[in-house]
């Protein structure tokens, strides 16, 4: 082989590792049991409430054919896409709060990937045994237990990835009309597509992919330490406490020079993204404290205190005194507070109503047979209630001011805009100025209380 094909050779050993699969022993303790129950709460949400209904409609549905998003009680319209924005607002600086006050909480605990490889992980131990008992399966060669079991499991996957899917698309459609249309047969082509779609996802993604999608396919991995500082909690292993490693017996004095890490390795077992805790802050660290568990369990056993691996700070290693309250930790707090706050506050005072007032572009105004200055409008009147409204409209802001509309009193059905043009006529002695101020009113004869103001320019000749 020549010298530049050897060259290249390394550089592709270099460049491109092939996966080994890793096998994540089972872990049980605090953290666990709280990773477990954030899991369970988390998938109870997601399949448990596209089921839920409150007052004749599904309870949450993001019905994007009739644009309209059900949120119990709230309807709410393409209009009010402010509302999104100021979740997605509230959502990145939740995150970024968190991760500065707390590490990778989303990650270990509440990130879908997390979640769903949990339950996939649940699913294969059930049916492949334990971490042993899967490696020493995976070395068979194949035959009918491990037929079976390989096809039990990934029957198994597919058929919650698909149930998934189909829980996904009922965010979207009324679940209990997309049910009977599978039953029925009825289901549309994109329908198909779609839970066909998200559910292969999901079998990829947890039940193939795994630690690869945080490793490599996540930003978050990437830019996380931006907002780390060293008062950020996190999950470390105590070099000073810990080392010298070495096996030793409970209680025996022979082993006094020895750190207390026994180096059995079983935080590296547990680890779902196969990293060795004891190498320092690595970026595939998803902070799901298992290591924590185990390294506890470990030092029980051996007779020496917890904590050799656990949260902590980069100053708490170091002797330093952790400080909580910090400026971008205050910063983060007070924008979530405001921009929640302020959200809040706006859903609970929103009206079912919007008019937009839009002016005759053809002339500024029309001056009558009998003097009188004419300005033209049309009002859009956009009825955001969940049902039919009829309206009277009324105008004010200027003395004598006389309108004129041809419609009169007008319906408009929920979700609905209505066009009602307008005819505004003012004496010219009254107008104090070439630009004047008109009131819109539109008042609903079936809602009690629903009334809503527009201002608009009444435009006429410059005084002289």
């Known amino acids: 082989m020549s010298k530049d094909n050897v060259q290249n050779e390394s550089v592709e050993t270099a460049l491109y590792k092939k996966r080994e699969k890793i096998y994540p022993r089972e872990v049980h303790g605090i953290f ?3 990773r477990n129950t954030a899991m369970v709460v988390l998938l109870g949400i997601f399949y448990g409430m596209p089921w839920l209904s409150y007052e004749g409609h599904q309870a949450i549905l993001f019905d994007l054919p009739a644009r309209k998003f059900y949120i119990f009680g709230w309807t709410f319209w393409p209009q009010d896409f402010i509302y999104l924005t100021a979740l997605l607002l509230i959502a990145a600086y939740a995150l970024f709060f968190f991760t500065a006050l707390a590490g990778r909480l989303w990650c270990g605990y509440a990130c879908p990937q ?22 020493k399966l995976d070395k068979q060669t194949l035959n009918a237990e491990k037929f079976m079991r390989k096809a039990g499991k990934h029957s198994a996957w597919l058929i919650f990835s698909l149930f998934t899917g189909f829980t996904f698309v009922g965010w979207f459609t009324p679940i209990d009309s997309l049910y009977s249309d599978i039953i029925t047969g009825n289901i549309s082509a994109w329908g198909v597509f779609w839970i066909l779609f998200y559910g292969f996802a999901t079998y990829g993604n947890a039940g193939w992919m795994r630690e690869q999608v945080c490793i490599y396919m996540c930003p978050y991995a990437r830019f996380q330490s931006a907002m780390f500082d060293k008062d950020t909690l996190l999950i470390a292993y105590d070099e000073q406490r810990g080392e010298p490693r070495g096996a030793r017996k409970k209680n025996s004095e022979e082993t006094e020079d020895l750190g207390s890490c026994i180096d059995c390795k079983l935080c590296v077992q547990v680890c779902p993204t196969g990293i060795d805790i004891r190498d320092g802050l690595q970026y595939q660290c998803i902070g ?76 500024l105004f029309i001056e009558t047979d009998e003097g009188y200055i004419e300005n033209v409008y049309t009002l859009k009147i956009i009825n955001m209630s969940n049902d039919p409204q009829t309206y009277r409209l009324s105008a004010s802001g200027i003395e004598g001011l006389v309108l004129q509309n041809s419609m009169g009193e007008f319906s408009v059905e929920s979700g609905g805009v209505a066009e009602v043009p307008v005819r505004l006529t003012a004496d010219p002695g009254n107008l104090k100025s070439a630009s004047s101020q008109v009131n819109f009113t539109v008042e609903s004869l079936t809602t009690e209380d629903l009334t809503v103001t527009e201002h608009g320019r009444f435009l006429g000749p410059l005084s002289r």
Not at 122 to 127: A, D, L, P, Q, Y
Not at 324 to 351: K, N
Request: charged share 25%; net charge positive.
């Open 32 to 34: 666990a049991t709280l």
């Open 114 to 135: 997390t979640v769903w490889t949990e339950i996939f992980l649940w699913m294969e131990r059930k049916i492949e045994g334990t971490r042993q008992k899967q490696i």
């Open 288 to 363: 799901c404290a298992a290591c924590v568990d185990v390294c506890d369990d470990v030092m029980e056993k051996t007779g020496q205190p917890k904590g050799l691996v656990k949260y902590t700070t980069e100053n708490e290693l170091n002797g330093i005194k952790t400080h909580v309250f910090r400026p971008r930790i205050v910063i983060y707090a007070l924008l979530l507070i405001a921009i929640t706050g302020g959200l809040v506050y706006s859903v609970a005072t929103r009206v079912p109503l919007i008019i937009d007032v839009l002016r005759d572009r053809s002339s």
